[in-house]
C-alpha cells in the first residue's frame, strides 16, 4: 500500500481485493470491515420493511442500505452506514465514489460488528462532524441501542440508552414516525 498514489487509491485498490468487505476512510484512515453476519442483514431487512410501511416514500425519503457518506473530515474520507434515511433527490449530491453529501443524510444506522470501536467511537465524531441529525447504533456487544441527535458544533450531547424491551421512538425530525423495538434491532428478528 505504501507504493499507491494517495489513500484514496489505496482504498480503492482495497476494495477491489477484498469482494464483500466494507471499505472506508475514517479521519484519514481506511477502515476494512469483512462482510456482515446473518443476523445483522436480518435487522437491516426488517428496518427497510418497517420504514416502508411507515411511508417514507410517501415523505419524500429513501431508506437505503450501504450508500457512501462524504465526510468533511478529511480530503478522501467518506463512510458507508450500514443504514441510510435520505432525501429522495439524494442522488443529485453525488460529490464523488459513490458517496452522497451529509445535507442528505436524515439518519444513519449502524449495527455493531468485529469493528465495534468505529461504530461506537469514531463514527459518533465523524458524523456529528458531518452534521448529520440522527445516528442511531444497535449495540450488539452490551444488548442495546444508543440514539445520538442534533449535533451542535460538530458534537452529539450523550445517546440516550434504549434496553431490551423497549422501543426507540425516531425523531419526527427524520420524516417518518417510527417505533423501533430494541429486541427486534438487536436480533434481527420480531
Same mark, same amino acid.
Given at each position: 500500500?505504501? $507504493? =499507491?498514489?494517495?489513500?484514496? &487509491?489505496? @482504498?480503492?485498490? !482495497? ?11 475514517? %479521519? ?13 442483514? #436480518? ?6 420493511? @418497517? ?13 437505503? +442500505?450501504?450508500?457512501?457518506?462524504? !465526510? ?16 429522495? &433527490?439524494?442522488?443529485? +449530491?453525488?460529490? =464523488? /465514489? %459513490?458517496?452522497? +453529501? ?12 468485529? %469493528?465495534?470501536? %468505529?461504530?461506537?467511537?469514531? /463514527? ?19 444488548? =442495546? ?9 460538530? /458534537?452529539?450531547?450523550?445517546?440516550? $440508552?434504549? /434496553? ?17 423495538? #430494541? ?5 434481527? =428478528?420480531?
Amino acid at each position: 500500500m505504501l $507504493h =499507491e498514489s494517495s489513500l484514496a &487509491d489505496a @482504498a480503492d485498490r !482495497l476494495w477491489e481485493e477484498l469482494p464483500g468487505h466494507r471499505v472506508e476512510i475514517l %479521519n484519514g484512515s481506511i477502515v476494512v470491515t469483512p462482510p456482515p453476519d446473518g443476523p445483522h442483514q #436480518v435487522t437491516l431487512s426488517s428496518l427497510i420493511v @418497517a420504514c416502508h410501511e411507515a411511508g417514507d416514500r410517501r415523505a419524500g425519503l429513501r431508506t437505503v +442500505a450501504g450508500i457512501g457518506l462524504w !465526510l468533511p473530515t478529511g480530503p478522501d474520507d467518506y463512510a458507508v452506514p450500514d443504514l441510510a434515511i435520505v432525501d429522495a &433527490d439524494f442522488q443529485d +449530491a453525488l460529490v =464523488e /465514489k %459513490n458517496c452522497y +453529501a451529509p445535507h442528505v443524510f436524515r439518519l444513519v444506522l449502524e449495527v455493531t460488528s468485529s %469493528n465495534w470501536t %468505529n461504530d461506537t467511537a469514531t /463514527k459518533v465524531d465523524v458524523y456529528a462532524r458531518a452534521g448529520i441529525p440522527v445516528y442511531l447504533i444497535v449495540d450488539r456487544r452490551h444488548a =442495546e441501542v444508543l440514539l445520538y441527535t442534533d449535533p451542535v458544533d460538530g /458534537k452529539y450531547v450523550d445517546p440516550v $440508552h434504549y /434496553k431490551r424491551g423497549q422501543s426507540v421512538p425516531v425523531p419526527e425530525s427524520v420524516g417518518v414516525s417510527l417505533d423501533l423495538s #430494541v429486541d427486534t434491532l438487536l436480533d434481527g =428478528e420480531d
